[in-house]
């Protein structure tokens, strides 16, 4: 599923300007996954996901992997220097999207995807088109 997503990456990076064909088969991957992985902030029993800061608004960071996740929380430096980890947590696709929705209260404008390995991104507004693909897939 991952290495799926890195060849949807190149084509959506190949595509002509306005196709919008290669980002919607991305999505449909990322919505085929069966968790999301976040890196947590904050404390472990009420932790945050990771965001970053982007011209549009917050974005929250989602992970196609735990390897992924791991990966970024190197790149980014946040590791604990204790343990040498960070602390990551998952669920469900479905219950995911519900929950980064719900940030949208707090101003995060959208979700990154695998950030800063792919860092295509989706506006929180639109994470309804992800539900109902997963909704329509389960029929």
């Known amino acids: 599923m991952v290495a799926e997503l890195d060849r949807l990456d190149a084509a959506v ?3 002509p300007a306005g196709d ?3 980002q919607i088969a991305l999505w449909r991957q990322v919505t085929a ?3 999301w992985f976040f890196i947590a902030r904050g404390s472990a029993d009420r932790p945050r996901p990771y965001a970053v ?3 549009q608004g917050p974005m929250i960071c989602l992970y196609s992997s735990a390897a992924r996740a791991n990966e970024a929380t190197r790149t980014l430096g946040l590791v604990d220097s204790g343990s040498g980890a960070a602390p990551l947590f998952s669920m469900p696709v479905s219950a995911a999207i519900d929950y980064v929705a719900s940030f949208g209260k707090a101003g995060v404008f959208g979700v990154t995807l695998d950030h800063p390995r792919l ?3 989706i506006p929180l507004a639109n ?6 693909w997963i909704e329509g897939a389960g029929q």
């Open 119 to 121: 860092g295509h991104y």
């Open 20 to 22: 919008t064909t290669a």
């Open 127 to 132: 994470l309804g088109l992800l539900k109902g």
């Open 53 to 55: 800061a982007a011209e």
């Open 13 to 15: 990076k190949a595509a």
């Open 33 to 35: 996954l069966e968790h």
